[in-house]
């Protein structure tokens, strides 16, 4: 079973221009998450997608990060334009939620430096 | 806002030891899961335990839910060199959106 696909795996960038992250999720997963780690801390939740509806985007800072989830299957997480302290790691997730098997499934992330 | 809380922030001991990791949490869960992440990659899901159960077995990954103090413990025994890692309880808030929040870590060591 392919796992849950991220790209580009690394990205550098200076402050104030635009970068985009690609997720391609587990076939037949509905349930899409957006998570940023930064070094030394635990994933933080950006956005949460049931199919192509968002669940949760409470804590996505929605004046530079946006994100779309077209058709219910790949997502793409862009931010526009970025700042020094969004340096982290991008990581994306899947799960089968609300199906009782409640387990992520991680990407291998995409790593962001802001310089 | 974080809801686990991993304890220690560090553990380092020698191989075939065991490793005791500790969570706690404030609100209510439907279920408490635990992580692992490789340096450099992404996690991987070890163990659930539900809000109902106490006591949980996988392989040499033993973890115990106590509600009324709000906390989880991750024993691994007979550790491993490659199970250096650092590792993160996620809970589930009761009433919530199903959402998962991530503790802080624990990263553990194993010396050969």
């Known amino acids: 079973e392919a796992g849950v696909a991220q790209s580009p795996r690394y990205k550098i960038i200076e402050k104030r221009q635009s970068v985009a992250f690609w997720c391609n999720p587990i076939s037949g997963h509905a349930t899409l998450y957006w998570y940023q780690q930064i070094l030394g801390q635990g994933p933080k939740l950006l956005i949460q997608f049931q199919n192509n509806g968002v669940v949760d985007d409470s804590q996505l800072p929605k004046d530079r990060f946006s994100a779309e989830r077209l058709k219910g299957v790949d997502s793409t997480l862009k931010i526009q334009p970025a700042k020094l302290e969004d340096s982290a790691v991008y990581l994306c997730?899947?799960?089968?939620?609300?199906?009782?098997?409640?387990?992520?499934?991680f990407g291998s992330g995409t790593q962001l430096s802001v310089l | 806002s974080q809801q686990g809380e991993e304890d220690p922030q560090a553990l380092s001991i020698q191989e075939g030891e065991n490793a005791t990791m500790n969570c706690s949490y404030k609100?209510?869960?439907?279920?408490l899961q635990w992580y692992r992440q490789n340096s450099g990659r992404g996690l991987v899901h070890l163990i659930l335990?539900?809000?109902?159960?106490r006591e949980k077995h996988s392989g040499r990954l033993r973890v115990t839910l106590d509600t009324s103090k709000k906390s989880s413990s991750l024993l691994i025994t007979a550790s491993r060199a490659a199970d250096t890692a650092s590792y993160f309880c996620a809970t589930d808030a009761r009433g919530g959106s199903e959402k998962l929040v991530f503790g802080k870590g624990t990263k553990l060591t194993v010396n050969p």
């Open positions: 335990i539900r809000s109902n159960e």
């Open positions: 997730a899947s799960s089968l939620l609300g199906t009782g098997d409640e387990k992520l499934f």
């Open positions: 609100t209510s869960i439907n279920n």
